[in-house]
């Protein structure tokens, strides 16, 4: 299947990204009957058949994050679930929020505003839990509520306006035969945590236009971080009088509504999480401009919405659509904002888990942009420049011998700021100038490969400066020269990180080289071991980089990047490929091949980067279709099942347990040298075998090969992006 053209995207109208949908505009109340409602947004089926993609039902149970699903949208900065049936205190509200405190999550409330409705005459609750059967629904870009009960029917929708304000929208309908005089009202109540000083951070406030939570300054770097101007805050669409009561709070509008029979009466409110006081006042002005014209955020996000599915689901089979859409919904809420350190909008890891909730991961942002390409490009190109913000210079004053280098992690708050996650002992595989290229072809424009060509040049050039300790042209992976990186172990540690296997077998006792400038000046670390997969990824780089050039008018560096490609995959193909095993590895500083830990996933890379011989492709296929080596019930673990370190269980991460992204590039590798139906096999296989990951269930960090049981972090955006492309048959190599 084709990707889409660029000219197909630069003709669609998309909004910014992450940006606000209106201006400043007056608020306009919505309390008075009115006809049902009808037009485009209220008939649009596009979401037919993709409802709860996602089981997103449940409420918190105290303020730490748990095992729920949530959604977001448009790079905001606090998520939102469904309560379950049985949740008959939080009907009528939605989960949460769950707020990220800069880099960590939190749960606000259980349901922080419940819709309520009194019963004028007889000052009586209507009890939404009456309703036998209450339809709590998510889809593609909103949550829904509806009930019917004593004669009303009442439906709720939470949609997201901008990267920091939701809109919830409520409709009453009088659908019994005698008129109704109803008063609006909403409650809500804090979650604390256990101990100081987060449990006495948030604070309720009383506002003219609803309420507020304020936040005192809590700077726990490895658990919470707020500040006083971090606030979240609900505007209604009516005039609301509110009464804070410690950790609770209602707000009952002033006026009653009228109802007649088969009339209905309409609210509408905002909520919004700011970091700042600039954005608090922003939000404010924009919940004036959303309350005054609701239709418009709803009209404006189905239209995103079914472009979104229209073009990331193109092609996928109709009965894995759901599939699909789950991968998408995944990937979008995991989308933030800038804010902080953050100056670009970027996809985190996973927002239900922990630091993978805000921290943007080099190689994660240029695998994810190339899926994000065929839905939205210019989150697309925002995803892969938003680590490149962040790139070291010959300017910067702690590391210029690192000019060119990305950071492994970057989160809301930098070093210079007391931020402890923030990681620069190592970077990670690069990947950049291929994802550059595939986000262009998919729809990406010139002007962002003009602006990222400097950038590229200058990564590229780092590892072949910083990286290839004995100037042989084979790079190894390896660690900076950071104050943490103060012995041999955290030196090797950090080279392992920096592949982004972490604890591969291949990597344990590994020696660590210190690799010196023209005038023997340290510049880094080096392990004593060129890894496969690395060069196989620059060579990769390489073919990319000659196509940017290409594009740019750069004819001879394109000329050059081709011969040092070629010159590459001829080493490559002679000096890490062993016959007598069929397989690619990890050169040693002495010139042996790494086998002591036995086959691991990364000598499939040489596949799906193009560069291995069709020999050595046909011997690598049979290792791969193998039962007793890769073809495992759910296939393709990271090492073979035949390797002595072997370990298919969560906390082996990197010896044995399947990871998605790696799954896609070895079948992507066998469709590449036409190995069409084996590479089908092995996908049916681990889409069948991997748990829920065709239902309802969460899409996880990696899988048991043997069980298929989901392990580690849930909503994982590079599995989801994967699954993606994997239901559209693969992403291709690079020559």
């Known amino acids: 299947m084709p990707d889409l053209t660029r000219r197909t995207f630069h003709a669609l109208a998309l909004l910014p990204v992450g940006a606000a949908v209106f201006g400043a505009a007056p608020a306009r109340a919505a309390d008075g009957p009115t006809a049902p409602e009808a037009g485009p947004a209220a008939a649009a089926d596009f979401r037919s058949g993709l409802r709860d993609l996602l089981d997103l039902h449940g409420v918190p149970t105290d303020s730490y994050p748990h095992a729920l699903n949530l959604f977001c949208d448009l790079g905001a900065w606090h998520a939102y679930g469904i309560p379950g049936p049985a949740d008959t205190a939080q009907l009528g509200g939605f989960s949460g929020p769950l707020y990220l405190a800069e880099e960590f999550p939190w749960y606000l409330s259980r349901a922080f505003s419940v819709f309520t409705l009194t019963d004028e005459p007889t000052g009586r609750t209507v009890d939404l839990s009456r309703d ?57 109540e804090l979650l604390r945590h256990d101990t100081e000083p987060v449990r006495s951070a948030p604070s309720l406030a009383a506002t003219s236009t609803g309420v507020a939570v304020t936040f005192a300054e809590v700077r726990l770097q490895k658990d919470y971080l707020t500040t006083t101007q971090t606030r979240f805050e609900a505007v209604r669409s009516v005039p609301v009088d509110t009464v804070v009561d410690g950790d609770g709070y209602r ?8 109802l007649p ?34 239709e418009r955020v709803v009209e404006r996000g189905d239209e995103r919405w079914h472009s979104y599915l229209r073009r990331a689901l193109d092609g996928v089979a109709p009965e894995r659509r759901r599939a699909g859409a789950k991968a998408l919904q995944t990937v979008v809420s ?22 993978f909730a805000t921290g943007l991961w080099a190689w994660d942002a240029w695998k994810t942009a190339v899926t994000v ?14 680590v490149f913000d962040h790139q070291i210079t010959t300017a910067d004053a702690d590391r210029p011998w690192d000019a060119g280098m990305i950071p492994d992690v ?27 290229w595939r986000v262009y072809e998919r729809g990406g424009d010139l002007a962002f490969l003009r602006r990222m060509y400097p950038k590229l040049l200058a990564h590229h050039d780092w590892w072949y400066r910083n990286r290839d300790h004995d100037h042989d042209g084979l790079a190894e992976y390896g660690s900076t020269l950071d104050p943490a990186n103060n012995s041999t172990e955290e030196r090797r540690a950090a080279a392992s990180w920096e592949s982004g296997m972490d604890n591969a077998p291949r990597f344990d006792g590994a020696g660590v080289l210190t690799t010196t400038d023209a005038h023997g000046t340290p510049i880094g670390y080096s392990l004593a071991q060129a890894s496969v997969d690395l060069n196989s990824y620059l060579y990769a780089e390489k073919r990319a980089l000659a196509r940017i050039s290409r594009a740019l ?29 069929g397989w690619f590895y990890d050169l040693g500083s002495d010139g042996r091949l790494v086998t002591s830990a036995g086959k691991g996933i990364e000598g499939a890379i040489p596949l799906w980067t193009g560069l291995a011989s069709a020999r050595q492709a046909a011997a690598v296929r049979a290792s791969l279709t193998d039962p007793a080596q890769f073809a495992t019930p759910l296939p393709l673990p990271t090492v073979s099942r035949q390797s002595p370190q072997f370990d298919p269980t969560g906390p082996a991460y990197w010896r044995g347990p399947v990871w998605l992204d790696q799954f896609l ?57 994967a699954l993606l492309e994997l239901l559209r048959g693969g992403i291709t190599r690079n020559d």
Not at 251 to 258: H, K
Not at 270 to 275: A, H, I, K, L, Q
């Open 132 to 188: 036998p059967a209450p339809e709590l629904h998510s889809a593609p870009g909103i949550l829904t509520q509806a009930y019917s009960v004593e004669g009303l029917r009442v439906t709720l929708d939470l949609r997201y306006a901008s990267n920091r304000t939701t809109l919830v929208r409520a409709t009453v309908r009088n659908e019994s035969g005698r008129p109704r005089v109803l008063r609006a009202g909403w409650t809500g």
């Open 251 to 258: 707000s009952t509008a002033r006026r009653a509504v009228a």
């Open 261 to 294: 029979p088969g009339q209905e009466a309409r609210f509408a409110w905002t909520e919004s999480y700011t970091f700042t006081d600039a954005e608090a006042a922003a939000a404010r002005r924009e919940a004036q401009a959303v309350l005054a014209r609701p």
């Open 334 to 355: 995991n989308w933030r904002s800038p804010a902080g350190a953050l100056k670009s909008d970027g996809v985190t890891g996973a927002i239900t888990a922990g630091t």
């Open 373 to 386: 390409a065929l839905f939205d490009p210019r989150l697309a190109e925002s995803t892969v420049e938003s």
């Open 410 to 436: 970057v989160f809301y708050d930098d070093p210079e700021h007391g931020g402890k996650l923030w990681n620069e002992r190592n970077s990670k595989p690069p990947l950049a100038s291929w994802a550059s």
């Open 553 to 581: 008018g750069r004819t001879k560096a394109a000329e050059e990047f081709d011969r040092d490609a070629d010159r590459l995959r001829e080493d490559v193909r002679t000096r890490m490929y062993d016959p007598g095993t």
């Open 665 to 721: 590039f070895a079948v992507s590798g066998l469709h590449a040298y036409g190995y069409h139906q084996d590479a089908e096999a092995l996908t049916e296989a681990g889409l069948l075998h991997a748990e829920g990951l065709l239902g309802d269930a969460p899409i996880r960090e990696n899988y048991n090969p043997l069980t298929g049981a989901g392990q580690n972090t849930t909503n994982f955006t590079w599995s989801a992006t």
